[in-house]
């Protein structure tokens, strides 16, 4: 069992040896799992107390005749949903348990009158992965969505010293936020760019070097391209996203929706992007590529992928910790 906190939801996660039986009730206050021919691991605790937002404790109760309940106690009458996830890759079949939190309600601001100021243009800050999705696991154990996490929250921290602009981050935890979701952090504000980071991964062990990648609406322009955009486009399904298994039924309308303009700024901010980087760090192509990610499909942001160094290789994951 593991459970992730986001903004918007706590997310419980049972793992399973098996594609399960069961059969679940949500009543008020409380979610009911009922699993037949089944059994609890062994270090599993009758009572788990679980301190986290919108849960207040989870009851394992082993019947007879290999029937299995778990009943999760929920606060202040939230609402929740449960779902299976089939095995994928090196997770197992699972049934998740979404409990969504209620907005809090803030109290009414005291208007104060101030100078007018001109808004400031917003970079939207992507971390990639995170949750039940950790992305490349370096040799020593260094986990991909950490990192990006870190490392976004500093790129952050720059940004707002800036005269004129702000940063906003798609997480600020480890927990996973789909791809819809992250682009819509991206149209809410409305964003005048968007930076997705993460760490890459090979298995060459020597690989090294920072690369930059846009939004290609056509072929990838280089194999090494192509097998990055599958892998992280992957990332919905990992994460535990309902109904993630396939490319978003909309994605060739928005392609289709895509402006000369925004492309042509995606690779502007690529190419200083990649400048700016290759002063203080090896890059992996002297050149910014193009591939299909998902996660850039934005028709009026300008949008980039980072990938910040290897945490394949040894001496790059030791600078990605530090």
Same mark, same amino acid.
């Given at each position: 069992?593991?459970?992730?906190?986001?903004?918007?939801?706590?997310?419980?996660?049972?793992?399973?040896?098996?594609?399960?039986?069961?059969?679940?009730?949500?009543?008020?206050?409380?979610?009911?799992?009922?699993?037949?021919?089944?059994?609890?691991?062994?270090?599993?605790?009758?009572?788990?107390?679980?301190?986290?937002?919108? *849960?207040?404790?989870?009851?394992?109760?082993?019947?007879?005749?290999?029937?299995? %309940?778990?009943?999760?106690?929920?606060?202040?009458?939230?609402?929740?949903?449960?779902?299976?996830?089939?095995?994928?890759?090196?997770?197992?079949?699972?049934?998740?348990?979404? *409990?969504?939190?209620?907005?809090?309600?803030?109290?009414?601001?005291?208007?104060?009158?101030?100078?007018?100021?001109?808004?400031?243009?917003?970079?939207?800050?992507?971390?990639?992965?995170?949750?039940?999705?950790?992305?490349? +696991?370096?040799?020593?154990?260094?986990?991909?969505?950490?990192?990006?996490?870190?490392?976004?929250?500093?790129?952050?921290?720059?940004?707002?010293?800036?005269?004129?602009?702000?940063?906003?981050?798609?997480?600020?935890?480890?927990? #996973?936020?789909?791809?819809?979701?992250?682009?819509?952090?991206?149209?809410?504000?409305?964003?005048?760019?968007? +930076?997705?980071?993460?760490?890459?991964?090979?298995?060459?062990?020597?690989?090294?070097?920072?690369?930059? #990648?846009?939004?290609?609406?056509?072929?990838?322009?280089?194999?090494?391209?192509?097998?990055?955009?599958?892998?992280?486009?992957?990332?919905?399904?990992?994460?535990?996203?309902?109904?993630?298994?396939?490319?978003?039924?909309?994605?060739?309308?928005?392609?289709?929706?895509?402006?000369?303009? %925004? +492309?042509?700024?995606?690779? %502007? #901010?690529?190419?200083?992007?990649?400048?700016?980087?290759?002063?203080?760090?090896?890059?992996? #192509?002297?050149?910014?590529?193009?591939?299909?990610?998902?996660?850039?499909?934005?028709?009026?942001?300008?949008? *980039?992928?980072?990938? %910040?160094?290897?945490?394949?290789?040894?001496?790059?994951?030791?600078?990605?910790?530090?």
């Amino acid at each position: 069992m593991r459970h992730w906190t986001a903004p918007d939801q706590t997310r419980i996660v049972f793992d399973l040896s098996d594609e399960p039986v069961y059969q679940f009730d949500i009543q008020k206050n409380k979610v009911t799992l009922e699993f037949s021919n089944a059994f609890f691991s062994p270090s599993l605790p009758p009572e788990k107390i679980i301190r986290k937002p919108g *849960v207040t404790k989870i009851l394992f109760i082993r019947g007879e005749d290999r029937q299995c %309940t778990i009943h999760i106690y929920l606060k202040d009458h939230l609402r929740a949903e449960v779902f299976p996830l089939k095995k994928f890759m090196d997770k197992p079949d699972r049934v998740v348990v979404d *409990v969504l939190l209620a907005e809090v309600e803030k109290a009414p601001a005291v208007v104060k009158r101030k100078a007018v100021s001109a808004p400031k243009r917003v970079i939207v800050i992507d971390p990639g992965h995170g949750g039940e999705d950790p992305g490349a +696991i370096g040799k020593n154990g260094t986990y991909e969505k950490h990192v990006v996490l870190a490392i976004s929250r500093e790129i952050k921290k720059e940004i707002d010293k800036m005269p004129g602009y702000r940063a906003v981050l798609t997480r600020d935890g480890d927990y #996973y936020v789909s791809f819809s979701k992250r682009l819509g952090v991206a149209r809410k504000h409305p964003a005048s760019l968007f +930076i997705s980071v993460h760490a890459d991964a090979a298995r060459n062990r020597e690989a090294q070097g920072s690369s930059v #990648y846009c939004l290609s609406t056509g072929a990838a322009s280089n194999e090494a391209a192509k097998l990055l955009a599958r892998n992280e486009n992957l990332s919905d399904v990992i994460g535990g996203v309902p109904g993630g298994e396939g490319n978003n039924q909309s994605d060739e309308i928005i392609l289709n929706m895509f402006q000369t303009n %925004t +492309i042509n700024l995606s690779k %502007t #901010y690529a190419a200083d992007l990649l400048d700016q980087i290759g002063r203080v760090q090896s890059l992996k #192509y002297p050149t910014f590529h193009e591939a299909p990610f998902r996660v850039l499909k934005l028709p009026d942001t300008p949008a *980039v992928l980072l990938e %910040t160094a290897y945490l394949s290789n040894p001496q790059e994951e030791k600078l990605l910790k530090t």
